[in-house]
């Protein structure tokens, strides 16, 4: 931006209902709907499973505890990319753009329109093409969230609502309808763990990844804090109620499940939200589920337009993208070129249908910036101290230093199991680099 050039600023419309639904949809998506079936076929027993979402919930409210205080110190647009270059280096932060744009928002946006289209196909029985159906609807929640961020936090919070309603009849349903438990058949056996064993170490270790990536996702309602009404109280009360408001439906679901199907029936359903609800209402209950799959991908899909773009205006407002991606619509205040890039590349990704292989490069990049992140804290209270802060983490630097250990275990577990995947995730973020001093030699002369 030109010294001394007046730009329209972000207005701030969004409220803690809005902050709060922007963080349960960040988090859920489809992977609750599926991801059980994951973690019950790496550990076997109820009480492993279930011990591994409630671990999953504690390490997902500690980030909720470290990211509301970033957030709180600093209510900036660009969530993590601010606070990383603050603490670090813009290089640094400019990789945990670079790579957001190209290969995680972009990736999984391509991945989840994909999912929401083949429910549709099912539930409407069209016969278009999935891709087609995927294009369509992320050009219309890009064209949406052009219109303002009002009307974009509107369609997310509405959305998430309905996410929460399909949820909640699945474990009422399942509790309601489904009279024999399995839970109870099971007591005996499946609640005796293996005393001892290594390998029961490594496998609830590994049970933790698909849990963690299933909690992962509250740190980008932090991307939109310049748009949220006092952002330093709100932000990180929506962050907490909503990481909470999360990790309760979780347990939940779970909990249903198991004592639908049971420990061998959950590891043997790929889809067990659909099988409890057939278990529970026959097919009209699959039906229904499938329904709410459907609108949660949605949503996750309108929450991920919504918040990204704003780390590329970010980015571009530091001379470290296209100049026009700093730009904000006189009259909607949005980023309108940068939500549309994001779109328009999501769509390319959709399209070239290549975006489970590159999301499988990104398992680890994601974790390294999750600590990454939380190590800021420490630099921030070295520099600031504590004193007038409105939010501190409880337990730090314990708490803060466990957060970080975990994502370290996960992205060194990733390199272990996937270690192809991972240099190539790696290499992705390490190609920003040249892109990093051609920006900085182009704007920054």
């Known amino acids: 931006m030109e010294p001394g050039k007046q730009q329209p600023q972000f207005?701030?419309?969004l409220g803690l209902f809005d902050a709060t639904m922007l963080v349960m949809g960040g988090i859920v998506g489809s992977g609750i709907f599926i991801n059980p079936h994951v973690v019950a076929t790496i550990v076997d027993t109820p009480l492993l499973i279930l011990g591994a979402?409630?671990?999953?919930g504690l390490i997902a409210l500690s980030g909720a505890f470290i990211y509301a205080e970033l957030s709180a110190r600093r209510p900036e647009v660009g969530g993590q990319y601010a606070y990383i270059r603050e603490a670090y280096h813009p290089l640094?932060?400019?990789?945990?753009?670079?790579g957001l744009f190209l290969v995680s928002t972009s990736g999984g946006l391509a991945a989840v329109a994909v999912t929401f289209a083949r429910y549709f196909i099912e539930l409407t029985g069209s016969t278009l093409p999935d891709w087609s159906i995927a294009v369509t609807t992320l050009a219309l929640l890009t064209v949406l969230n052009c219109f303002g961020v009002r009307t974009g936090g509107t369609v997310q919070s509405s959305l998430m609502v309905m996410k929460i309603a399909a949820i909640a009849f699945l474990v009422i349903s399942g509790f309601l309808l489904v009279s024999d438990s399995k839970l109870s058949t099971e007591q005996t056996s499946a609640f005796s763990v293996p005393t001892g064993s290594f390998d029961l170490l490594t496998a609830f270790g590994a049970a933790m990844v698909p849990v963690m990536f299933a909690f992962g996702g509250w740190q980008t309602s932090c991307f939109i804090a310049g748009e949220i009404k006092e952002p330093a109280k709100n932000l990180p009360r929506g962050l907490l109620i909503g990481v909470v408001g999360v990790v309760l439906l979780y347990f939940s679901v779970n909990w249903v499940s198991l004592r639908a199907l049971g420990a061998e029936g959950l590891a043997n359903s790929p889809a067990p939200a659909s099988e409890v609800m057939?278990?529970?209402?026959?097919?009209?209950?699959?039906?229904?589920?499938?329904?709410?799959?459907?609108?949660?991908?949605l949503g996750f899909l309108s929450q991920g337009i919504l918040t990204a773009p704003r780390v590329y205006y970010a980015m571009a407002q530091d001379g470290l993208f296209f100049k026009g991606v700093a730009k904000l619509h006189p009259k909607t205040r949005v980023p309108i070129i940068a939500i549309i890039l994001q779109g328009a590349f999501a769509i390319l990704v959709a399209l070239s249908g290549t975006y489970e292989q590159i999301l499988s490069y990104v398992v680890s990049d994601d974790f390294i910036f999750f600590g990454l992140s939380a190590s800021c804290i420490f630099f921030f209270r070295k520099k600031e101290g504590t004193a007038g802060q409105s939010f501190l983490v409880p337990g730090h630097p314990y708490t803060t230093g466990a957060f970080i250990l975990v994502c370290i275990f996960i992205v060194v577990n990733t390199i272990y199991k996937y270690p192809v995947n991972t240099l190539i995730g790696i290499g992705i973020l390490l190609t920003g680099v040249p892109v990093y001093y051609y920006w900085k030699r182009k704007y920054q002369q």
């Open 92 to 98: 640094i932060a400019f990789l945990f753009g670079w």
């Open 278 to 297: 057939r278990v529970a209402l026959g097919e009209k209950g699959a039906m229904i589920i499938a329904l709410g799959i459907a609108i949660s991908t």
């Open 53 to 56: 979402w409630a671990f999953g």
């Open 11 to 13: 207005a701030r419309r």
